[in-house]
């Protein structure tokens, strides 16, 4: 599992950002693309309206994208050999076509170009909610990290746990035994790239994986649209009314979290989607099996090299050993953000039906 930010380095981090994020809603009509933003040196994209100017990033280029109809293969040409065409193409659709958009900035960035009526929830906040709870709980923070997309804090009790007998090593006799204990993975995305969660998950013992089993919570970021009234730029504020209406939300995260770790609730788990799993061999060729699984979980020629490589140092050819190889991949990667899908497709191999494991098990 890649490890990320310390919980100190984590709290400083939202800390700062709370401090340089600002948001506001505008027409289009009122906003303009430029290929290099007023009082910026280089090069650059950006976007202008009022006296605010900020460049843009990868995330709110693709939301431009979409909310503009431009197919994104030609976005992206024009943005990297010319920008001012791409200007000038988002401008006449921004223009034509006006409507109310909520432009997200951290650093003098648009980190975010979501609809008017996404709904801000605050990462800090959700961090200050769930904290003393775990806390309280005495669980371990395995991993937490802030990125462009998501927050994440992912969270153990190994006070609980769970030994299964993962079959024999090849070349020995002796069965073998992985433990697990029961995990939470708590996340939130600020620019619209998903809702605020908390999954239930396992974590191994023997090979310190995660896997990202069931999602306990799922907030979508949908609220009222935000009136601008007369005037052609309104900055966002944290209001009251919000942070009450929020208290709700944070509230049912917190009994979420502290439910998650309940003993009964992880022996259930084991019990039905798990135990059976090291029972369930590989019956086809090895690299059959992960060429279709890699297919079938969308894992590029790297992703899917390693897979292979650990299925195989595993020894334990099984929908198990699978399941292991497929979460211990997500440590190789450099995006924390794609570490975490591979975790939560590791969920997904639970999650398998008969019928589909049966296809990936006997492929060729």
């Not at 890649?2 to 009122?30: C, F, H, I, P, Q």
């Not at 460049?55 to 030609?74: C, F, L, M, R």
Request: some cysteine; glycine content about 8%.
């Amino acid at each position: 599992m890649k490890t990320g930010k310390s919980l100190t380095d984590l709290a400083t981090e939202l800390e700062r950002r709370a401090g340089a994020k600002k948001d506001y809603v505008v027409s289009t009509d009122r906003i303009q693309a430029v290929g290099q933003p007023r009082g910026r040196r280089s090069e650059g994209f950006g976007l202008e309206f009022g006296d605010v100017s900020v460049g843009v990033n990868d995330i709110a280029h693709s939301q431009i994208a979409e909310h503009t109809k431009i197919p994104k293969a030609y976005y992206d040409r024009c943005l990297a050999e010319a920008p001012g065409l791409l200007a000038n193409n988002i401008n006449t659709w921004f223009e034509r076509y006006p409507a109310k958009r909520l432009v997200r900035t951290l650093d003098g960035t648009a980190r975010a170009f979501p609809s008017d009526k996404f709904r801000p929830l605050e990462n800090e906040d959700l961090f200050e909610a769930v904290y003393p709870t775990l806390k309280e709980l005495g669980v371990i923070i395995l991993s937490a990290e802030v990125t462009e997309r998501r927050l994440y804090i992912k969270a153990v009790d190994q006070n609980i746990t769970r030994d299964i007998p993962v079959g024999k090593k090849l070349g020995e006799g002796h069965d073998r035994f992985d433990t697990l204990s029961p995990a939470i993975v708590i996340s939130n995305s600020e620019v619209g790239l998903g809702p605020v969660t908390v999954s239930r998950s396992i974590y191994t013992g023997g090979c310190t994986n995660l896997a990202i089993a069931e999602r306990s919570i799922k907030k979508l970021h949908v609220g009222g649209r935000h009136e601008i009234g007369n005037e052609e730029v309104y900055a966002m504020l944290s209001d009251q009314s919000r942070r009450l209406d929020d208290a709700a939300l944070w509230s049912k995260v917190r009994d979420v979290v502290k439910a998650s770790f309940e003993q009964a609730q992880f022996e259930a788990l084991v019990d039905q989607k798990v135990l059976g799993l090291t029972q369930q061999p590989i019956v086809g060729d090895v690299v059959e099996v992960v060429n279709l699984s890699a297919k079938r979980f969308g894992l590029n020629e790297a992703e899917k090299g390693s897979v292979l490589r650990h299925l195989i140092e595993g020894a334990d050819l099984t929908r198990y050993g699978l399941f292991n190889a497929l979460t211990r991949t997500a440590e190789d990667l450099d995006s924390y953000d794609r570490a975490t899908d591979l975790e939560r497709l590791g969920g997904e191999i639970i999650e398998l039906g008969d019928a589909e494991w049966k296809v990936l098990a006997e492929a060729a």
